[in-house]
């Protein structure tokens, strides 16, 4: 008998029916936001069908709602328009949603994480592309497209074709200032950004061993960026510790038991790239994909090979950057804290542990945007809302916002942001606007100096 990954032990336990190349998938969890679920329920409802299963549905308003402190939706028209038709196609079709004024509200990856409705082995699918990041308690989680949410919707299953499953395979420890954050921005600098088309990852390695799930959960959120399709850490003992705050002793139990079973017999993927991280600086996006990536006190690159020469000028030309030049030179606007990536207590932790006792630059506009409400609540408590505000952050209500900056929380042309995001192409953060993504860390240390910083410029 071949050997089984763990991933493919989660395909097969879920497999309905196979069609030649195509698996039918039983769907666990499928979570619905406000912008990718609407065309779905207008499919169901024009064909008269019926929501198959709405109890293994949940719906979560986070991409177009305002973080304006005190907000009850959107203060834009269209955008509450959206909103109220969200609400509506959940109440009709009886699939819960998590309104704003819950206690489990976020940001859809962060919110169904951290309120224990995933579990390792489970089917979760999303339409939304950072789904991989639930991949990080063992889930098999990835983002579809419109059409299927509607199929899914209608049949509580997806078809997915048979994929190879792929180890990727991280070593070393980083060095002062970095964590998760530095090590997947260099991951995806170093390996094409089509690296994971057609594959299914499995993380592995001494460094993802040693990881905690918030830093797990970042390096499955920017596996979207290598294209895979789903990027997953086997569930370990740091998953099952993460789960314990989160279940009932029997769910905890039962859910151990159900992994025992299914992983009895896996071995570990087979290792197709292998990333050394040790001794790793803070990274910086400096272009306009996630292969642009550089050490944060390095340079920007001076030369590339032929094939990537048209793009690279481009991508220099819209970043407004010159061929080896200095990153630290490079003066930011604005430095945004929040995210699926880097939205959680850990991330606001860590940017608060820089900018205690030092002052946001007055040609800074800092935001943090918490990634859910239990974040904020949890950063009020243990005082690093009031470490950052009172070093000149200001304050947000949970959801998306410039991350992708269909909210309103836009980041004006020719303006540079120093993000905690996940995605750097033109326009991502608003028309003309320069991302550049870095972990929280460094976009505290880049919020007081006024421009691109390692984080021990500002601690040490
Ligand atoms: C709006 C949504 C469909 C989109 C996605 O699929 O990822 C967004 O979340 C993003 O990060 O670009
Ligand atoms: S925070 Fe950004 S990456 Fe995450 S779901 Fe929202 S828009 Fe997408």
Redo the contacts with the bound molecule.
């Keep these: 008998m071949s050997s089984t990954t763990y991933t493919d032990a989660v395909v097969d336990r879920a497999t309905r029916h196979r069609d030649g190349p195509r698996l039918l998938l039983s769907v666990d969890l499928h979570v619905l ?1 406000e ?2 679920s609407p065309q779905a329920f207008t499919m169901l409802a024009d064909r008269a069908l019926p929501v198959r299963d709405p109890s293994r549905s949940v719906g979560i308003p986070d ?1 177009v709602v305002s973080t304006v402190p005190r907000r009850t939706g959107s203060d834009d028209p269209r955008a509450q328009r959206m909103l109220d038709v969200f609400s509506t196609n959940l109440a009709r079709t009886g699939i819960e949603e998590i309104p704003l004024d819950s206690a489990d509200h976020g940001i ?1 990856h962060v919110s169904v994480s951290e309120s224990g409705r995933v579990l390792p082995g489970q089917v979760v699918v999303c ?5 991989t990041t639930l991949g990080a308690l063992g889930a098999l989680a990835w ?1 579809i497209g419109t059409s299927e949410v509607a199929h899914v919707l209608a049949t509580q299953a997806v078809w997915t074709p048979v994929q190879p499953v792929v180890g990727l395979r991280v070593t070393g420890t980083p060095g002062p200032g970095a964590g998760a954050k530095d090590v997947v921005l260099r991951v995806c600098g170093e390996l094409s950004p089509r690296w994971g088309v057609g594959r299914r990852i499995e993380w592995s390695g001494p460094y993802i061993d040693g990881t905690s799930m918030a830093e797990r959960f970042t390096l499955c959120n920017m596996a ?1 960026e290598l294209g895979a399709r789903s990027a997953l850490i086997p569930p370990d003992e740091t998953t099952w510790e993460y789960l314990a705050q989160r279940l009932t002793p029997e769910r905890l139990a039962g859910a151990r038991a159900a992994t025992e079973e299914l992983t009895r017999a896996v071995t570990a993927a087979p290792v197709a790239a292998t990333v050394d991280v040790d001794g790793l600086a803070p990274q910086v996006s400096w272009g306009t994909n996630l292969s642009h990536v550089a050490d944060v006190d390095g340079r920007v690159p001076t030369s590339v090979p032929d094939d990537q020469r048209r793009a690279f000028e481009a991508a220099l030309a819209y970043a407004g950057l010159a061929p080896g030049q200095e990153l630290s030179s490079v003066e930011v606007q604005h430095a945004f804290v929040g ?2 990536t880097n939205g959680r207590i850990e991330d606001l932790r860590a940017a608060a542990a820089v900018v205690a006792g030092h002052r946001v630059a007055p040609s800074v506009r800092a935001v943090v945007v918490p990634g859910s409400r239990r974040v904020a609540q949890q950063a009020q408590e243990e005082g690093i809302r009031d470490v950052l505000v009172g070093a000149g952050f200001l304050w947000r209500e949970p959801g ?1 916002s410039s ?2 900056a ?1 909210n309103g929380d836009t980041i004006p042309r020719g303006e540079r942001c120093v993000s905690s ?3 750097n192409f033109e326009g ?1 953060q608003g028309a003309g606007a320069i991302t550049h993504l870095a972990s929280p860390a460094t976009v505290a240390a880049s919020a007081i100096t006024g421009r691109l910083a390692h984080p021990g410029e500002v601690t040490r």
């Design positions: 936001h912008v990718s991409h859809v339409g939304d592309s950072h789904t983002g979207a995210s699926c998306c991350c992708v269909i995001s996940n995605r991502r």
